[in-house]
């Protein structure tokens, strides 16, 4: 089975940048695309980055996405933190089944 | 504009079966696969399968397959999600999502239900 492992936590002063990593467990993560989703308490998820690297209309450039094969992971990166960055992300694919997996989700703590 | 409005908050006994439901508006209801995500409390996102509301077919995750069924009303541009012999275990908030094909990320979210499975 596919599966997705990324930190359980990361923590971060204001203004500055925070990497969230997302490692597949088998195959090539490059395989597939990587979205990752923000969720804050009592809401529903939403998209920051979509196919790797994209960005929605509306999500600052200060969140950029990629992809290190080598390492067969995923990242998200937010710079120039702000307290309203702070939220559970998940990282986000399909396996070879075209069967939906998420990874187990990161707070992000911005003090 | 895109909205996914899903049914109100559900509460079952084990061994029960609820049903979901999730109201596109804003966009061509077929044109569109139809995702279902379900969050535990205090845990991440799991996601359950998706259906094809254009031509009803369906892919159900592994853990779900046997107990889930997803069906679509295009007369009303209604998803439905429903799970059978529950478990306290299935206690959580279920969420619709939207995305333009079947391997496409989740463009757009329902607000979630929760189904509480409880004796």
């Known amino acids: 089975n596919f599966m997705l492992t990324q930190p359980h936590s990361v923590s971060e002063s204001p203004g500055k940048t925070v990497t969230i990593s997302c490692t597949g467990s088998?195959?090539?993560?490059?395989?597939?695309?990587v979205q990752w989703y923000q969720q804050r308490p009592g809401s529903a998820p939403t998209t920051v980055i979509y196919?790797?690297?994209?960005?929605p209309s509306g999500v600052p450039d200060r969140f950029s996405g990629s992809i290190d094969s080598s390492s067969n992971s995923a990242s998200l990166t937010i710079s120039g933190l702000k307290t309203e960055d702070e939220a559970d992300y998940y990282c986000?694919?399909?396996?070879?089944?075209?069967?939906?997996?998420f990874g187990g989700g990161t707070k992000l703590t911005v003090l | 504009q895109v909205q996914l409005v899903q049914s109100g908050a559900e509460v079952k006994k084990p061994g029960a079966s609820v049903k979901v439901s999730c109201k596109a508006s804003?966009?061509?209801?077929?044109?569109?696969?139809m995702h279902w995500v379900r969050q535990a409390p205090g845990q991440g996102l799991e996601w359950m399968g998706r259906?094809?509301?254009?031509?009803?077919?369906?892919n159900y995750a592994q853990k779900f397959q046997g107990r889930v069924t997803m069906t679509r009303d295009t007369s009303i541009s209604t998803a439905y999600m429903e799970l059978s012999r529950l478990r306290s275990d299935d206690t959580a908030v279920y969420y619709c999502?939207?995305?333009?094909?079947?391997?496409?990320?989740?463009?757009?979210w329902g607000q979630g239900t929760l189904v509480t499975v409880s004796s």
């Open positions: 999502a939207r995305s333009y094909s079947s391997s496409s990320y989740f463009q757009h």
């Open positions: 804003g966009y061509t209801f077929t044109g569109y696969y």
């Open positions: 259906i094809n509301p254009n031509s009803g077919g369906t």
């Open positions: 088998s195959g090539s993560i490059a395989s597939n695309y």
């Open positions: 196919e790797d690297n994209q960005r």
């Open positions: 986000q694919s399909y396996d070879s089944s075209n069967q939906g997996v």
